[in-house]
């Protein structure tokens, strides 16, 4: 029998602050924004914790087995809660409905920030930040840290459409830069990522790419990132049962610092990670068109 | 059997490598921790979607991904060990062979408290592993098992079929297993129709109707119960039914505190 240890991970302040905590949370504030519900939930610890680019895994509905990972879009200080985390959901499935659809008061498992955050630079370089969707979540509070250390943040964000695109009035006042570009042209240009990446990369000379959404267009800024000699560090969403490392249900195929492919947990090797370091063939190849829990 | 301080343990296939959970406070207080079940060689697991949700279970077909035996007796053992952890080897492979390669190069392993032999793979054949169907090759691979691992106890996960679970037991034990670990996963089916496992609260009545009938059958046999524990209530109705410890698996994965906190109850005393 193990002797009782000191909870070294309950001590704020110490090495231990970056470990993940497992608490009950509360939905202080629920609001619809396009098609995604931003939630302001108040969980002790988690938020204290947050580095841009972790996310939470969140218990939902009663009987439902599996969590379900949401970005953190920031963390707020809220009158009387102290800091909260913003999360970005996308009603898709019956997991990310129950969630969109809890009234305020709601009592919410959470457990986070997991996952390995965004790497950033030291010294003070010009970065370009590429988000799509919901997925663009972590890429607002990195910009914050980014500035923060002097760096020149250009954004480049995505959609399907309008209603699909977060936050882009914020956007366009923390960048030094913001392209918008939706699938359908209802705001900014019309295209995709990869149409219009490299042109962005280029025009904005970051050293270092940021980006977060479906795989495709992780891939494609990869890619330009690759070949424009820039550094990218990518947010990969893999479906998964417990998010906490312990399901392996969100294999992520890399090759490692040593040059040896290897297959990795995205929810704690990653989520981000080098763009270089993806086997984004692969990935692309092996991920379901439906099925997993949302 | 292993003595164990608390009656409540990290089911195989669970609990990760241990460090996970203990990021989270969540191996405190735990009387033992099985680890995933291991092959001989280093395995990349199976295609995407390797999990569905249904009401109160999981679908599962993994492909058990692990390090190999030798990565793990580098790293995660003596981690584990370290930890203050009494950890139970979960081994499944390809052959009787390979089961019991492993299971001689863990006798020689230090801190290896118990090996459990995983009999009850439910998606076995998809993954290129032995399919244990018959009680002859679940004897054949624990005589083998149990030949190769010395003075460690070996116990047996058998599969949870209500009308099979008393005879498998009763040949792992004449086989020489210590003990018999009874529920786990029900075979099933993904959507897609490829091989899997269901587990979590769904499975529970069965594994606990699985105890009581090795109970019944096998007085003398020490059971261990496993399937869709999420609660200290539904610990207790194992260790009333007569298993002398419980598993806790899939509730981890909703929520990694779950036998951290069923073990803090069950030693707070009956409430």
């Known amino acids: 029998m193990a002797a009782p240890r000191a909870r070294r991970d309950r001590v704020a302040g110490d090495a231990g602050v970056k470990s993940p905590f497992h608490t009950t949370g509360e939905v202080l504030a629920s609001k619809r924004v396009g098609a995604f519900q931003h939630l302001t939930v108040v969980a002790p610890g988690v938020a204290e914790r947050f580095r841009p680019g972790t996310f939470v895994a969140v218990s939902v509905d009663g009987t439902r087995l599996a969590r379900r990972a949401l970005w953190i879009h920031g963390v707020r200080p809220v009158g009387g809660h102290g800091p909260a985390l913003q999360l970005v959901v996308e009603p898709v499935g019956p997991g990310t409905r129950w969630l969109a659809e809890r009234p305020v008061g709601t009592r919410l498992e959470v457990t986070g920030p997991l996952g390995r955050a965004f790497a950033l630079p030291k010294e003070p370089v010009a970065t370009l930040l590429v988000g799509e969707g919901y997925a663009a979540a972590p890429l607002f509070p990195l910009a914050e840290r980014l500035r923060e250390r002097g760096c020149q943040v250009n954004l480049l964000l995505a959609a399907p459409d309008e209603r699909r695109l977060l936050s882009a009035l914020e956007a366009r006042r923390s960048a030094r830069a913001a392209t918008v570009v939706t699938a359908d042209g209802s705001v900014g240009r019309r295209g995709s990522v990869a149409d219009v990446v490299a042109g962005v990369l280029a025009q904005s000379a970051a050293e270092v790419v940021y980006a977060a959404g479906p795989v495709p267009t992780l891939h494609a800024v ?73 | 059997m292993i003595d164990l301080a608390n009656p409540v343990v990290v089911a195989a296939g669970c609990g990760g490598t241990g460090r996970e959970l203990d990021a989270l406070g969540a191996l405190d207080g735990i009387g033992a921790f099985t680890t995933r079940s291991l092959t001989l060689n280093a395995r990349t697991g199976g295609p995407v979607p390797r999990f569905a949700e249904t009401p109160s279970g999981l679908v599962h077909s993994t492909g058990l991904p692990g390090p190999g035996l030798e990565i793990f ?47 009850a793979v439910p998606d076995a054949r998809a993954h290129g592993l032995l399919d244990v169907r018959e009680p002859f090759h679940a004897a054949n691979v624990v005589a083998a098992v149990v030949r190769e691992a010395q003075d460690l106890p070996v116990l047996a996960k058998v599969r949870s079929d209500v009308l099979r679970v008393a005879e498998s037991a009763r040949v792992v034990t004449d086989a020489g297993a210590v003990a018999v670990v009874v529920g786990g996963p029900q075979a099933a089916a993904l959507p897609d ?20 009938e090795v109970r019944a059958a096998l007085p003398g046999v020490p059971v261990v119960g496993c399937g869709g524990i999420t609660t200290t209530a539904d610990a207790r109705s194992f260790l009333d039914a007569g298993a002398v410890a419980v ?19 069950l030693a707070g005393g009956p409430s």
């Open chain 2, 73 to 119: 007796l580098a790293t995660e053992l003596p981690w584990l060990v370290a930890r203050g952890m009494r950890v139970v080897v979960s081994v499944t492979g390809a052959s009787v062979a390979e089961h019991a390669e492993v299971a001689r190069r863990l006798a020689q392993a230090p801190g290896v408290r118990g090996i459990e032999v995983d009999l």
């Open chain 2, 193 to 212: 129709g490829r091989p899997a496992g269901l587990s979590g609260p769904a499975v529970l009545p069965l594994a606990l109707r699985c105890v009581t």
């Open chain 1, 222 to 294: 990869a890619a330009a990132a690759e070949q424009a000699g820039a550094w990218s560090q990518t947010a990969v969403e893999q479906p998964l049962a417990c998010g906490t490392g312990l399901c392996h249900g969100c294999p992520l195929p890399v090759v490692g610092e040593d040059g040896v492919a290897r297959v990795v947990r995205a929810c704690t090797e990653g989520p981000v990670v080098r763009g270089d370091r993806v086997r984004w063939a692969e990935l692309a190849g092996a991920r379901p068109a439906h099925g997993e829990p949302a």
């Open chain 2, 247 to 265: 598993q806790v698996g899939a509730a981890l994965l909703h929520d990694p505190t779950t036998a951290a906190r069923i073990a803090a109850d």
